[in-house]
């Protein structure tokens, strides 16, 4: 069924295919409508249809334009039902091409490096089918503006890989018979996923520039809400300074609850006016395109690499060839010992172990480039141990690298690697479906845990403040990732870890925890093993100066928070993440925000730092980590006594005593 062409174009198609009699006329079409289409449509039997307002003032035509119900009715029906079929291009008559004009064109149309192209043998006639994916996209601008559009892409049906856009245009304007040809079977889901990708690819970039157009209406109404919320605080402020004693802890309170309401209006309006998409898939369709299979080797020296080309009429040129190692379409390099692209032969190939799946993989990072002064023989007293834990061999697992375009029907991504009982091959998934919200600035703080360290992390650099946690200077450089079997600890909590690659950096490790069975499932992230090596930088003897030495790189000011933080809480970010790191420091601020949610004291927030309250919430993470860091010690870091220290941790322990599972 066509889906061009003007409304009435499209209702007369549907109508014929619903059994009814149509004759197009200079005014529109008119038709006679079988009995169950009247029925269901309330219409008369016979009926005609115009897009021009005086036809059907005048003749009594129906006047159809976009947004009529007919339309719609009858387009959710097409939806509803799908369009699935076969079809054929015919092949062009005359005999096919000689070897030498095959042999010419494949010189012409095909680069290699360190070799020479040959046709080793007689040309086959076949098929190359194609997979037609065609999807409604429906586009979210806010909470009451929305917009649905057409898209359709075209692969390969055996590998997924997209087609040239010369040919989809042949494709499209070509005399497609439906037929079946010998050798057509259904897609592979490889084939339909990938389709899927490159049509959900195409959303991003629309809810990109959409984003662009709505962030100035987004920046508006954010300032008339911190205006609004800003004279309220200014009014409950002027009370309070000439409030009397029994009034004071009232419009406290009453400051306290504003604030929060404040930061929930921001972040709804934020949420309303990010555009969204999702997508309804509708056409599948299989269509065989006359090609010809074309045996040929690429010759270097005396060493002979084959691959098979295969040659389409309806172009006059040959597809393009893929790597036999990675499958992309890329350059090919005649090696020594193997043919490859160029990204494939520029590092020699080799075997790597994945890690075992009884036992977690060692999450390690990797050794700065500069390396540190010999480690100094412990001081007495100090058990040796035999193997230092940060050079613990690192099982690296098999390298993968998905590209880094999101795999689900829905713009507000929430990653679903973990549904149900995990699975060991599923840490890849759930990892790819992280990182890639993370690329496309999808993740939202509700896919996480409520008070988890994610769900603060999101709260306070939004959808990248993964990517500051693990040390990623530019998102966009993101080109891939790896990950281990996912492992499940006694507490049901699901892990991988691996390296996020990106371009122009190192690879970064990672590790990624979440609960399975939920939607909002995200736990933390972290650049190193906080439970390994957080011990190690607490110790105040000579090794641990040397664990702190070597990673000093991690032990920076945090960036900015995209929110406002209150005094006592931007102190404890900063004085955290010098001292073990931003991922240290996130889990001090969720534990921070349980605190100020359930203490029903008047100072659970003020306008001035409390050292003494970020201390003793530092104290409470890091026993929970056996970091053993002292209240004195804590007290001279955040410059204040240490009673006070010592009597915040008094009322504060009772309050997170049975909070457990949330990583901190």
Known sequence: MSTAGSGIDFFVDYAEAEGALAERVPEGALLVL?????????????????????????????????????????????????????????????????????????????????GRIDVAGTPQATHLVVLRVGALLTYSVSIDERV??????????????????????????????????????????????????????????????????????????????????????SSIDERLGRAGSDRVTMLTEQADATRREWTRRRSEVADDLTPTFEVQPFRLHL?????????????????????????????????????????????????????????????????VPAPATNQPADRTPREPEAKPAPSPPPPSGTPTPSTSPLSTSRSRPTPARPALAPKRASGRVTPKGSAGRPKAQSGIRMASSFWESVHSRELRPRDAVLHSPMRTLLRLYGALGPTYVVGVA???????????????GPDGTCTTNGEVQCAGEGDRPYALFWRSGSRS???????????????????????????????????????????????????????????????YAIRCLAAWEYVTERDDRADSATERPDPSRAAAIESIVSKRLDMRITVPA?????????????????????VVRDCTGLRW
Not at 40 to 55: K, S
Not at 62 to 84: E, I, N, Q, W, Y
């Open 34 to 114: 079988p009995e169950p289409m009247r029925t269901a449509l309330h219409l008369p039997e016979e009926l005609g249809l115009t897009e021009d307002p005086e036809t059907a003032r005048e003749d009594e035509f129906l006047l159809v334009t976009a947004g009529h119900p007919l339309l719609m009715t009858a387009a959710g029906t097409v939806l509803a039902r799908g369009d699935v079929g076969c079809s054929s291009l015919p092949r062009p008559p005359g005999l096919p091409p000689t070897p030498s004009a095959l042999v010419d064109k494949a010189r012409e149309q095909i680069q290699t490096d360190h």
């Open 148 to 233: 649905q559009e057409l898209e359709e892409v075209w692969v390969v049906a055996d590998s997924g890989r997209a087609i040239p856009a010369e040919l989809c245009e042949r494709l499209r304007a070509g005399a497609l018979e439906p037929r079946v040809e010998a050798g057509m079977t259904a897609p592979n889901g490889h084939a339909v996923a990938q389709a899927h990708d490159l049509l959900c690819a195409r959303a991003r970039r629309r809810v990109e520039e959409l984003s662009r157009q709505t962030s100035t209406r987004l920046r508006g109404q954010l300032d008339v809400l911190d205006d609004y919320y800003g004279r309220v605080l």
């Open 287 to 351: 269509v065989a395109v006359p090609a010809y299979s074309v045996p040929a080797v690429i010759r270097r020296g005396a060493r002979v690499h084959p691959v098979s080309l295969h040659y389409l009429p309806v172009l006059s040129s040959y597809l393009p060839p893929t790597c036999p190692s990675c499958g992309a379409e890329a350059i090919l390099v005649a090696g020594k010992d193997r043919l490859g692209c160029r990204s494939c032969m520029a590092a020699p190939l080799q075997t």
């Open 474 to 488: 530019d998102p966009e450089g993101m080109t891939g990732l790896t990950a281990t079997a996912v492992v499940v």
């Open 521 to 583: 499932n995200l736990l933390e992230v972290e650049a190193f093993p906080l439970e390994e090596l957080g011990p190690l930088l607490a110790r105040r003897d000579e090794w641990g100066k040397v664990y702190r030495q070597r990673w000093r790189h991690w032990m920076t000011p945090p960036p900015k928070p995209i929110i406002e933080l209150d005094p006592t809480a931007a102190l404890l970010l900063k004085r955290a993440a010098q001292f073990a790191g931003l991922g």
């Open 634 to 654: 804590l007290a001279a870091r955040y410059e204040c006594p240490v009673e006070s220290v010592r009597r915040h941790l008094k009322s504060l322990t009772p």
